[in-house]
C-alpha cells in the first residue's frame, strides 16, 4: 500500500493510494482536503454582511431572510452534489472497472464498466481556459465495428489529477490489462 501526495491542475495537494489486492486487482483511490469551515465561513460572512448593508438601506427584512436562506441552501447543493471527497478506481482483469466517487456529504456514486466493453485506457489531453490539461480515460468498443470506439469515459474528473499522477495510474493499469 503506497500513499503520494501530488497537486490537482490548480496547484492544490491531492493523495494517490495506490492498493494492490493480487496481482491482477488493483485500486487507486484520488484525495482532495476536506471542507474548509474557515473558508466556509469567510464566505457565509461575506453574504450576511451584504445583506445586513443592504437591510440597512432598504430596511426590509425579506433580505436578511433570503441571505440566510440562499447561503444555507447553497451550502448543503454545493455539499451534496458537488464537493467530492475521494475518486476510486478499481481495475479487475477478469471483470472490469469500478469507478467510485464520495462526496462531503457521504454520497457515493459507482459505476462499472465490464471488461468486454473496454478497448484501453489512455491519457487524454485537452485544453481547458488557455492551458493543457491530462484525463485518464476508458475507451469503450463499438459494438457494431470491433476497430471503432464508441465513447470516452473520463476518469477522476472532479479531482483533476495532474499528470505525474496520471502516468502512475495510466502503467499500472496498462500492468493489468496486458495480463491474460
Same mark, same amino acid.
Given at each position: ?10 496547484? *492544490? ?20 482536503? *476536506? ?5 466556509? =465561513? ?30 444555507? @441552501? ?16 478499481? @481495475? ?6 469500478? =469507478? ?37 480515460? @476508458? ?13 470516452? @469515459? ?27
Amino acid at each position: 500500500m503506497e500513499d503520494e501526495a501530488f497537486t490537482d491542475i490548480t496547484g *492544490k495537494s491531492i493523495s494517490l493510494d495506490c492498493q494492490s489486492h493480487s496481482s491482477l486487482c488493483r485500486e487507486f483511490t484520488v484525495s482532495v482536503p *476536506k471542507v474548509s469551515i474557515g473558508k466556509i =465561513l469567510v464566505y457565509t460572512c461575506c453574504v450576511w454582511l451584504s445583506a445586513y448593508a443592504v437591510f440597512c438601506f432598504t430596511e426590509n427584512t425579506a433580505v436578511l431572510s433570503s441571505a440566510i436562506f440562499i447561503t444555507l @441552501v447553497g451550502m448543503m447543493l454545493h455539499i451534496h452534489f458537488v464537493k467530492v471527497d475521494h475518486e476510486s478506481l478499481i @481495475v479487475i482483469r477478469s471483470l472490469g472497472i469500478q =469507478l467510485s466517487s464520495s462526496y462531503a456529504s457521504g454520497r457515493e456514486t459507482t459505476t462499472f464498466i465490464e471488461m468486454s466493453k473496454i478497448k484501453d485506457i489512455v491519457i487524454n489531453e485537452a485544453i481547458y481556459m488557455q492551458q493543457i490539461i491530462y484525463h485518464l480515460c @476508458v475507451l469503450l468498443k463499438d459494438p457494431s465495428e470491433p476497430d471503432a470506439v464508441s465513447s470516452v @469515459v473520463p476518469l477522476f474528473q472532479s479531482s483533476k489529477p495532474r499528470l505525474n499522477c496520471l502516468v502512475k495510474v495510466y502503467k499500472s493499469c496498462q500492468e493489468i490489462l496486458s495480463k491474460c
